[in-house]
């Protein structure tokens, strides 16, 4: 199943991927999820890049999954607007667990100096897929309505919790 959601954010795409690419930061916008890093990539000069991993741990009293995932994609933005040496950053990731599949992709894309577009999508199944793959058109709509319910959250805490000017 496929989700993409598109949240504008009224900070700069440097800014916003920093703090979305925080694994564990992301922990406070998700419903009963703990991500933690389980292993830096070697090559990076941080502790994110191509080779991070990390694992979302979903649980309600004692129950629930891992979700482990690494990062098979690395390009962060560059500052300003696509017109002034602005780029766009992107990070997929590959799900390696055994209850959800497939892969997650983010893109944050400079508008202007001062602000970005935030595009995240899941292309994901859930095991058992024999079972769970008929039931897709009756998961799409809250989905996307729970990822876009975490996005928009997660901008609003970078929004709110830095220091950069807001733009008109």
């Known amino acids: 199943m496929r989700v993409v959601v598109e949240v504008l954010a009224r900070r700069s795409a440097p800014l916003v991927w920093r703090h979305l690419t925080d694994w564990p930061w992301q922990s406070a916008s998700i419903p009963l999820t703990r991500v933690h890093r ?3 990539a070697e090559r990076s000069r941080s502790a ?3 080779g991070d991993s990390f694992t979302g741990r979903t649980s309600v009293l004692g129950a629930g999954f891992d979700d ?4 098979v994609r690395w390009e962060p933005p560059t500052a300003g607007a696509p017109g002034d040496g602005g780029r766009p950053g992107t990070a997929v990731l590959a799900k390696r667990g055994s209850v959800v599949l497939g892969s997650a992709a983010l893109r944050v894309e400079p ?3 001062g602000s970005c577009r935030v595009v995240w999508g899941e292309d994901v199944e859930i095991a058992p897929v024999t079972l769970t793959r008929p039931l897709e058109p009756l998961l799409r709509v809250p989905a996307w309505v729970g990822l876009r319910s975490v996005v928009v959250d997660l901008v609003r805490r970078v929004e709110a919790r830095t220091p950069e000017p807001l733009e008109p």
């Open 68 to 71: 482990p995932m690494v990062v």
């Open 48 to 50: 994110e890049g191509e």
């Open 111 to 113: 508008l202007t100096a």
């Open 38 to 40: 389980t292993r830096s």
